[in-house]
T-cell receptor, first 116, second 112 residues
Framework: GAVVSQHPSRVICKSGTSVKIECRSL??????MFWYRQFPKQSLMLMAT?????????EQGVEKDKFLINHASLTLSTLTVTSAHPEDSSFYIC????????????FGPGTRLTVT | GESVGLHLPTLSVQEGDNSIINCAYS??????FIWYKQESGKGPQFIID?????DKRQGQRVTVLLNKTVKHLSLQIAATQPGDSAVYFC???????????FGTGTRLTIIP
C-alpha cells in the first residue's frame, strides 16, 4: 500500500517551453502533496505544499508563477515548470500524506527534468 | 536558523558489519523524526521513524536512537548487505508543522 507514482520519469525539453509533471497516490487519498527539488549530490528542498482544492503554499524563494501547482483531486497533483531554463534542470520529487496519516509522507520515484 | 545536519557525508562498511549513521538536529520543537534511504535516480524510501516520546525503536535490521538531550539521532543497520548501499537522509518534523526538513545526507557504501 501507499504507492505514489510520477509521470514522466524523465523528460527533456527545450528552453522556453513548459513541462507538466504528474503525481498520483495510487491506493490512498492524499490530503496534502508536497513537491521537492533535488540537485545532484544534494538533499531534498521543499518547493511547495499543495492541498486538494486550494492554492499551493510556496517556500521562500520559489517562484509561484514559474512553478504552477494544481491539486485537482485527492489523488492527483501536477507541477508545471513554465518557460523552462537550463537552470531548472533537476530531479523533481513529489510526496503525499494520507488522510489518516500522522506525519508520514510517501514519496514518488521522481522525475528527471533536463532543459536544453 | 534551524537545521538538520549529518556528521559524515560518506561511510564505507564491510559487508556483514554493522553501520551507524548519525544526524544532529537543532530544532528543539521537532517531535517526529524519520530516516529515508535513497538509491540513485529514485525517490526516498521510508526506513523507520521515531517520535520524541521514545528514545529507541527497532525494525528489521535497523534501529533508530534518539537523544533529545543532545539533539542527536542515529540509524543503525545490522549485518549490512550490498543492497544497503545508498544515501541515507534523516528528516524532522516540528510540532504543529507538517513539513519535513531533510538533513544533508550520508552516502553509505557496502564493501563486498
Amino acid at each position: 500500500g501507499a504507492v505514489v507514482s510520477q509521470h514522466p520519469s524523465r523528460v527533456i525539453c527545450k528552453s522556453g517551453t513548459s513541462v507538466k509533471i504528474e503525481c498520483r497516490s495510487l491506493d490512498f487519498q492524499a490530503t496534502t502533496m508536497f513537491w521537492y527539488r533535488q540537485f545532484p549530490k544534494q538533499s531534498l528542498m521543499l518547493m511547495a505544499t499543495s492541498n486538494e482544492g486550494s492554492k499551493a503554499t510556496y517556500e521562500q524563494g520559489v517562484e509561484k508563477d514559474k512553478f504552477l501547482i494544481n491539486h485537482a483531486s485527492l489523488t492527483l497533483s501536477t507541477l508545471t515548470v513554465t518557460s523552462a531554463h537550463p537552470e531548472d534542470s533537476s530531479f523533481y520529487i513529489c510526496s503525499a500524506r494520507a488522510l489518516t496519516g500522522y506525519y508520514e509522507q510517501y514519496f514518488g520515484p521522481g522525475t528527471r527534468l533536463t532543459v536544453t | 536558523g534551524e537545521s538538520v545536519g549529518l556528521h559524515l557525508p560518506t561511510l564505507s562498511v564491510q559487508e556483514g558489519d554493522n553501520s551507524i549513521i548519525n544526524c544532529a538536529y537543532s530544532n528543539s520543537a521537532s517531535d517526529y523524526f524519520i530516516w529515508y534511504k535513497q538509491e540513485s535516480g529514485k525517490g526516498p524510501q521510508f526506513i523507520i521513524d521515531i517520535r520524541s516520546n521514545m528514545d529507541k525503536r527497532q525494525g528489521q535490521r535497523v534501529t533508530v536512537l534518539l537523544n533529545k538531550t543532545v539533539k542527536h539521532l542515529s540509524l543503525q543497520i545490522a549485518a549490512t548487505q550490498p543492497g544497503d548501499s545508498a544515501v541515507y537522509f534523516c528528516a524532522e518534523v516540528a510540532s504543529g508543522n507538517e513539513k519535513l526538513t531533510f538533513g544533508t545526507g550520508t552516502r553509505l557504501t557496502i564493501i563486498p
